[in-house]
């Protein structure tokens, strides 16, 4: 039995997006490390509950920037002027962004400090007393990192550009480390708000290190690149142009964890941390796999030089290899998310603080965002593929239609459905989580219909993604045959059963994938071989 075979990527290509990849990797175990110890010291309570809606703004922000508006804008810009040879006019133009970034930096630390009880009313409505008033201590305390994460995304455009991948996406995890040394100084003792505080202190010192890290790197990239406005250069113009197209587009999509925290602090305490610990989980297969090749793929897609068709015929060409490979990797995640997400939220939460029924209200959340995780995880490739087309607007208006229906969809599943269906209001995580994934599926189908429409046939098919979700259903039935066992014999100790369970899911569907030929599992299977013989 094979599968139809995905279009070949060069070597050097593919490295991109490995290297991306492992970045990502690093700072998002070092980010679940860190989360880990986190719910050690606070569990699911209101301190937990304030943190995460604090964290929300910077969060927001660093992917508005840091891999949205800046990426879509600068780099296909940036790309573009390199690949023709232009390097002069292409670091007039690094130094201008590096200005006007450096400005909307200062504009937004000032607002955010100046409007801190209004974005708290923003982001918290059901916040009140105690909980309202330290959230908006923490928002000031928050904002000047926001403003260092904004200006180190100047650096990430830069280092991408020139396909020095790895570091702008692996330096997220001096942060992680900054808010696990604040907390173990700090001490549980110190009580649930005191220990946010000094999380907050370690948020900031972490971006802050982030910024010190990248920017020798890049100022390297860009020898003579001195501040200017730059506003006589139309690509600077250019730039400017698709900024406010690629900045409306990512806000318009960042609204929708907005509203998931504004609905998610309307229902019961705890119910924002519980949102938060499962988001944590949900994004590390997009950001491992989605963000990963997108990321690696738009200064590629954007260097695509000659006639139209042939410029569409390169961009089909790689976004087609993408998809492939995103599905290979999260159809797995989905199935481990519903089948087995008891045992990677034990396993990384379950101590201290953090109980077994916490433990389950991640489970079922996450489930929730299994629902749409594979098709929010395309869209994001496709994003690119217009951003690296020139089109801003097309992802602006699916994304503000992705809104409206995450907003409706939300609200009716996380009150109205729960009371028809007599489910405690705790539960209001799940629909959360499932609203925002069936809104995510929405985008990811008019995406693809408007690209057909400009370039012609692409995508995988149909037959290929019911394989991968047949093998994904097999691993996971091999991996319960595993845990009944142990659980009866262990008891509830995640972290003597999932280890055990998770890797045999793993391994059975990878093996599934090279019994079945399909080209990433062998491929896989390769560089596996070829590291363990090293």
Same mark, same amino acid.
């Given at each position: ?223 003579? +690149? ?31 964890? =907005? ?68 599905? @290979? ?7 481990? @998310? ?25 489970? +079922? ?16 490739? =496709? ?27 939300? =609200?009716? @599943? ?121």
């Amino acid at each position: 039995m094979t599968v139809e075979p995905a279009a070949e990527v060069p070597p050097s290509r593919v490295r991109g997006s490995l290297a991306v990849a492992a970045g990502i990797l690093a700072s998002r175990v070092a980010g679940l490390v860190r989360q880990s110890v986190f719910a050690y010291y606070l569990g699911g309570g209101a301190g937990a509950d304030v943190f995460n809606a604090a964290l929300k703004i910077p969060n927001v922000l660093q992917n508005l920037l840091g891999e949205g508006a800046v990426s879509a804008s600068f780099i296909p810009v940036y790309s573009r002027l390199r690949a023709e040879g232009r390097h002069r006019e292409a670091v007039a133009v690094a130094g201008a962004v590096a200005t006007l970034l450096a400005l909307v930096t200062g504009a937004l630390v000032a607002l955010g400090v100046a409007f801190a009880p209004q974005f708290v009313d923003l982001i918290a409505p059901g916040f009140e007393g105690a909980r309202r008033a330290e959230t908006v201590s923490l928002v000031r305390i928050v904002f000047p990192g926001v403003g260092l994460l904004v200006l180190s995304a100047w650096c990430l455009g830069i280092l991408n550009s020139h396909r020095r991948f790895f570091l702008p996406y692996a330096v997220p995890m001096a942060s992680s480390a900054t808010v696990v040394v604040a907390l173990v100084v700090t001490g549980r003792a110190a009580g649930e708000f005191a220990l946010a505080r000094a999380a907050t202190y370690g948020i900031v010192a972490g971006a802050l290190a982030q910024l010190l890290v990248q920017l020798p790197a890049a100022l390297r990239l860009v020898p003579g +690149a001195r501040p200017a406005l730059g506003s006589g250069s139309p690509e600077v113009r250019a730039v400017v142009s698709r900024f406010s197209g690629a900045l409306l587009s990512r806000g318009v999509a960042q609204l929708s964890g =907005y509203i998931d925290q504004i609905l998610a602090s309307l229902l019961p305490v705890g119910a924002v941390a519980t949102l938060a610990f499962a988001q944590t989980l949900n994004l590390l297969p997009v950001s491992l796999f989605g963000t990963a090749i997108s990321a690696s793929e738009l200064p590629e897609m954007s260097s695509a030089t000659g006639t139209v068709d042939e410029v569409h015929r390169a961009v089909v060409k790689r976004l087609d290899a993408g998809l492939a490979r995103i599905a @290979f990797f999260v159809v797995p995640s989905a199935m481990a @998310f519903v089948a087995l997400g008891g045992d990677i939220a034990g396993l990384l939460y379950q101590r201290g603080a953090f109980t077994r029924t916490q433990t389950l209200a991640v489970w +079922a959340t996450l489930a929730g965002s299994a629902v749409g995780l594979l098709g929010q995880t395309m869209a994001r490739l =496709y994003s690119s593929a217009f951003y690296a087309l020139g089109d801003t607007r097309t992802p602006m208006r699916v994304a503000a239609l992705r809104l409206v229906l995450t907003a409706a969809l939300g =609200y009716v @599943f996380a009150f109205p459905l729960l009371r028809a269906l007599g489910v405690p209001p705790s539960w209001g995580t799940v629909g959360l989580s499932a609203s925002a994934g069936l809104a995510g599926w929405i985008e990811y189908l008019v995406l693809r219909a408007a690209l057909r429409r400009r370039v012609g046939a692409h995508g995988v098919a149909a037959p290929v993604l019911l394989r991968l979700w047949s093998i994904a259903l097999s691993a996971a039935g091999a991996a319960w045959t595993v845990r009944l066992p142990l659980a009866a014999a262990l008891g509830d100790r995640p972290m003597l059963v999932a280890p055990p369970t998770l890797a045999v899911f793993g391994l059975g569907y990878l093996a599934a994938g090279v019994f079945v030929g399909d080209p990433t599992a062998r491929a896989l299977l390769v560089t596996l071989r070829r590291r363990i013989g090293r």
